[in-house]
């Protein structure tokens, strides 16, 4: 048992070094882009060649006289993004959210982040709690 959840805490440790899917869009000329967000006619961008692999897909909002953009993007550096690798920062009307999983620049996009943490989480807990018992 305590093998099985080991194995699954290093499986959600792993990350592969491909780029990643991020969504490409901006909601001026894409509807579906803007909030709420639909991914059903949109096509995810792939890169994954040299430097021009996606490090982090990201998510940007700004409101300008009244109207809402929203633009998502796929981008190679983590130095553009405010909030970090992982995160959202708003500076005045503007919003950047910057996330590192495939496809995560969707509407809840951090949220895919925090699960994937409380399930490394619990599986540690309860190998702990088992290694516990067996002394």
Request: glycine share 8%.
């Amino acid at each position: 048992m305590q093998v099985v959840f080991a194995l699954l805490f290093i499986l959600g440790c792993i990350s592969v070094a491909n780029g990643l899917r991020c969504y490409a869009c901006e909601s001026a000329s894409t509807p579906n882009c803007g909030d709420p967000f639909s991914s059903s006619s949109l096509i995810p961008t792939n890169e994954t060649a040299g430097a021009g692999q996606h490090k982090v897909c990201m998510k940007v909002k700004s409101e300008i006289k009244g109207a809402i953009l929203v633009v998502r993007s796929g981008i190679p550096i983590t130095e553009r993004c405010i909030g970090g690798g992982n995160g959202c920062k708003s500076v005045n009307s503007i919003t950047t959210c910057c996330c590192t999983s495939d496809l995560c620049n969707s509407a809840l996009s951090i949220q895919k982040q925090s699960v994937r943490f409380m399930i490394m989480i619990v599986s540690t807990v309860v190998v702990v709690y088992q290694w516990m018992q067996d002394i």
